[in-house]
């Protein structure tokens, strides 16, 4: 019998290690070294410590696996690590080609083959203490949680996990840019190396543990919420509401639901069972779906009367369209209408005869038999379109198009190494024999009887990503085409835009979101060579803005989500915002219910003190707030960031009184500005308050003004004098405020 040896030290930490190349070994600035402990806390190893005599930081060389989160966490650069990441590599999975192109639907990218292939990936997780994938995930999925899951062997629970964060598993890995978002947020990715296949791992759980449809509550809430489309946005709502027993209906412009991943994503990289899973169990479950109902943006406000919520979850699907001369010929289309086309064709069974009547090509000698032509500029083709674009959606219209037998040509004007087209998509492209000419524009498109018969096409030149390129006209070439199609992206429905306004909203960052997010590291380097080297970072803390803004009402109980809310969003962001906004609706919802009115409740108290009296009443108002609370948090408008805004219920805003006894007296400028720079805060209850020298005169109505341009009313009001702050019975009246202000909300609660 042979006995198995005890597995120590490294190889016990971390499965995934394995000794290659130089070794990793510490360095240890001490003269720089504050003794934080950030790097000891973060260290996935535990190769680093406290000398606690020096009380400086202390390394372990042999047990640094070379992932250098201490070296991106650390704030006074004390740590430098040289050596090699100590990782096994990573399991390559080599995609499906198809044997035969014309009509084929397989799905090409693969996934893992089997349990060994996936326990050996899941193996190389470091199982970060601060993930920054979960921070680079839009949907913030617990990804070390799921893949130590696969590693214990146990799928229902690793399924499990991934079902707390998202209801579109099963489509999100097969359809998301996990380079942009989860792996370019790896540690082992900022560290230059190659990232764990976090999406292909999360495909292999839903291959093999199907994904479970929303747990309906027994308990039937008194809440009807009505939702406006059906793309992914409105499915994570729908299904977050449903769970918590309220009543959702839908409404959806088309014939079918599903949006863009069901017209807009070809088969074989969604396979359409997988596509109309999600509505299949909604409706199951009991969503009222409404299909063939078009809600036009101007009857939105109008819903509110018949729901106690509405969510307006417009996909962007307004094609944009070329200006170029010649765009009104016949043979000029959009993206949305050739993939529509291009499915429904594919669903049927394939007919090019079918396809091509249906663009409106037709040609007598045509030969729905003919071979697939791979030389895209034979004449045996028997029809080139030149699409605009070499985005994702190009890329989805050229290779639908070569399943046709078509000849297809993507063009975009920029230098293809600043293109945000995903490399991997553009050489699978390339490889199913679509031409893809960066830096070209076009210029004109030539007819012939008023049908397309060619294009004028232009070369461009870029000497920065930032930089616009520049059109040579001097450089032009004729190609003969016969369909151009314009896939150059969408834009949100003018009628909305005009309708609500601002819409679509930027995603600013702060300096207080930077802080926030820069501890973790995520922000310190860009991703790895192996995922495009995007500054992932810098995404992440975008996207986690317009969360937050997903999160907060555009008006009381109208709320915007997705592409309506900051433009064309990616499947996994939308189903974020979707999410998020069902859980704000049930906490609004739960906190009008609950019989003490202080229960559940997030109370901000912020202030603007220059002396420190107003810091001190705003201390005051605090410790007199009701236990039952839910979270009490007071600080400086300084500190403030926008997680404080959006997870508030009641915001508490204090200023002291700027001004001379004859000249215009005010709040603060600071307070003034802080206050015009905030969000919408539609749905939030505001109190405010003030210490003065002098007669405060009119500065509650000044802050009140902009309040109301931020769809909000205040709710109370107090205001001390400077000298009597620190009285004993400015205490008394403070809790007064408190109790008055409490029941005001109450009273508010209560209405909505």
């Known amino acids: ?53 020096r009380w400086i930081a202390a390394g372990d060389s042999d047990l640094c696996v070379g992932c250098r989160q201490c070296v991106r966490t650390c704030p006074f650069s004390a740590i430098y690590i040289e050596g090699d990441p100590q990782v096994s590599e990573r399991c390559l999975l080599v995609d499906k080609e198809p044997e035969e192109l014309l009509y084929n639907v397989d799905e090409l990218r693969q996934g893992f083959r089997n349990f060994e292939e996936a326990y050996k990936e899941a193996a190389r997780c470091l199982t970060c203490p601060d993930p920054t994938c979960v921070r680079g995930c839009p949907t913030h999925n617990d990804i070390p949680g799921f893949i130590a899951a696969i590693r214990e062997s146990d799928l229902e629970k690793a399924a499990s996990i991934i079902s707390r964060t998202s209801s579109m598993p099963d489509i999100c890995s097969r359809v998301c840019n996990q380079a942009a978002q989860c792996e370019g947020a790896c540690s082992w990715s900022l560290a230059q190396g190659i990232p764990v296949a976090i999406g292909k791992l999360e495909r292999y759980v839903t291959d093999h543990v199907q994904v479970a449809p929303p747990l309906v509550s027994s308990e039937k809430k008194d809440l009807k919420v009505a939702i406006v489309g059906s793309g992914p946005g409105a499915i994570a709502a729908a299904w977050e509401l449903l769970q918590e027993g309220a009543q959702v209906d839908v409404f959806e412009k088309d014939d079918r639901p599903g949006g863009l991943i069901v017209w807009g994503i070809p088969d074989f990289t969604l396979p359409a069972e997988i596509a109309a899973r999600p509505w299949h169990q909604l409706v199951e479950a009991g969503v009222n779906l409404f299909c063939n109902h078009k809600v036009e943006p101007s009857e939105a406000e109008s819903l509110l009367g018949k729901y106690d919520h509405v969510i307006l979850a417009y996909g962007a699907s307004i094609p944009i369209k070329t200006s170029a001369p010649g765009n009104t010929y016949q043979g000029v289309t959009d993206a949305t209408t050739f993939l529509q086309k291009a499915q429904a064709n594919l669903a049927a069974g394939g007919s090019r005869k079918d396809f091509f009547s249906a663009l409106g090509l037709s040609r007598p000698s045509l030969d729905d038999n003919e071979d697939v032509s791979e030389d895209i500029a034979s004449e045996k083709n028997s ?16 290779r639908s198009a070569r399943r046709f037998g078509l000849g297809a040509t993507c063009i975009d004007w920029v230098d293809e190494k600043f293109a945000v087209a995903r490399p991997d998509e553009v050489a699978e492209a390339r490889n199913e024999g679509v031409e893809i000419l960066f830096s070209t524009t076009l210029n004109e498109i030539l007819a012939e009887n008023g049908k397309v018969s060619g294009a004028m096409l232009a070369g461009t030149h870029q000497e920065a990503a930032d930089k616009l390129p520049k059109i040579l006209t001097g450089r032009l070439n004729k190609i003969p085409v016969d369909l151009v199609v314009m896939a150059m992206g969408y834009r949100i429905d003018p009628g909305f835009s005009s309708e609500f306004v601002p819409m679509p909203k930027t995603r600013a960052i702060s300096w207080q979101d930077n802080m926030r997010w820069a501890a973790s590291g995520i922000l310190a380097t860009k991703s790895s060579p192996v995922t495009y080297s995007m500054e992932v970072g810098n995404l992440s803390l975008r996207r986690e803005d317009a969360l937050l803004q997903a999160g907060t009402a555009y008006k009381d ?82 500190d403030v960031n926008k997680f404080d805004i959006s997870s508030a219920d009641l915001i508490v805003c204090g200023t002291w009184i700027e001004g001379l006894v004859l000249a215009k007296v005010g709040p603060s400028k600071n307070m003034m500005t802080w206050i015009k720079n905030l969000p919408n805060l539609s749905g939030k209850r505001v109190s405010l308050f003030c210490s003065y020298g002098f007669d405060p005169k009119s500065s509650f109505e000044k802050m009140e003004k902009i309040f109301l341009q931020k769809n909000v009313k205040v709710i109370d009001r107090f205001a001390v004098k400077a000298n009597e702050a620190h009285k004993e019975e400015t205490k008394k009246a403070v809790a007064a405020f408190v109790t008055d202000m409490f029941a005001k909300q109450k009273i508010k609660a209560v209405k909505r």
């Open 557 to 638: 109980r109208l709320w915007v989500i997705g592409d309506a809310l900051i433009g064309p969003a990616t499947v996994v962001e939308a189903m974020a915002h979707g999410k998020k906004c069902a859980g704000s609706i049930i906490h609004s919802y739960e906190s009008a219910q609950n019989k003490d009115p202080f229960e559940g409740l997030n109370v901000l108290v912020c202030y603007d003190s220059m002396g420190g009296t107003t810091k001190h009443i705003a201390e005051v108002i605090t410790e007199s707030l009701p236990t039952s609370v839910s979270t009490k948090t007071v600080k400086s408008i300084n």
């Open 383 to 398: 029809y080139h379109i030149l699409v605009l674009g070499a985005g994702n959606t190009a890329m989805d219209v050229a």
């Open 1 to 53: 019998m042979t006995i198995a040896p005890e597995v120590t030290g490294i190889e016990a930490l971390f499965p995934g290690f394995k000794r290659q190349g130089a070794h990793p070994v510490i360095t240890i600035v001490a003269d720089r070294c504050a003794g934080c402990q950030e790097c000891v806390i973060r260290c996935p190893v535990a190769a680093l410590s406290m000398d606690t005599k």
